[in-house]
């Protein structure tokens, strides 16, 4: 069967960039069949349509469709127009710094339907509400953001390549969610298409 699992490691990104003021790691896993990926006309689509005309998608879109220009894929506005379509997923959500999400375990596989584990309020291995005595310091906090994408084969929606990318770093660090997306993405078309089933830190 060529659809694989592979179980990633889901400990919290407690790593270097979220104690030093240079841009967080980020922790990639690619996905693929083995074959040599030709680069063709694609239209950069999010896999939520109902996200489609939102603006903060737009700017995920453009991070995306620049990394993927840069490595030779011909990028096109419309489904229609194109031979592949490139599903965007972008999560977004926080924790306190020192208290492991829920749900670490995560599972991805090429075609094999997305992460398992804690995906509460949107977020990825994100825990419950969290209170605060009153009089005392809000405590730190770690933003976490993955960016997700499959490639497909338009004709038959065929998923030919599939990646995650994945960081956490200190709130309210000069960096915005379009930044941080656009890093993501660096990362994940790094050395395209990747090694398949392997995890890599990108610093």
Request: with cysteine; charged share 20%; aromatic share 6%.
């Given at each position: ?102 749900g ?10 997305g ?15 969290v ?58 078309f790094?050395g395209?298409?990747g ?8 610093k």
């Amino acid at each position: 069967m060529l659809f694989r699992r592979a179980i990633l490691i889901g400990t919290a990104l407690a790593l270097a960039g979220c104690t030093t003021a240079g841009p967080a790691p980020v922790q990639v896993t690619r996905f693929h069949l083995g074959q040599p990926l030709a680069s063709g006309r694609v239209s950069v689509e999010p896999a939520d349509p109902t996200q489609a005309s939102s603006m903060e998608f737009q700017g995920y879109a453009r991070a995306v469709e620049a990394e993927m220009g840069r490595i030779g894929f011909q990028i096109v506005p419309t489904v229609a127009n194109s031979e592949l379509v490139a599903a965007v997923t972008v999560f977004r959500g926080s924790r306190e710094a020192g208290v492991q999400g829920g749900g670490s375990g995560v599972s991805v596989g090429l075609g094999g339907g997305g992460f398992s584990g804690g995906r509460r309020g949107g977020g990825i291995g994100l825990g419950g509400g969290v209170s605060f005595p009153i009089g005392k310091r809000r405590p730190n906090y770690i933003d976490m953001t993955e960016l997700s994408i499959q490639l497909k084969r338009r004709s038959e929606g065929t998923v030919i390549w599939e990646g995650r990318a994945r960081t956490e770093q200190r709130a309210k660090t000069n960096e915005d969610s379009t930044q941080t997306v656009a890093r993501l993405a660096s990362a994940l078309f790094a050395g395209f298409p990747g090694e398949s089933g392997r995890t890599i830190v990108v610093k």
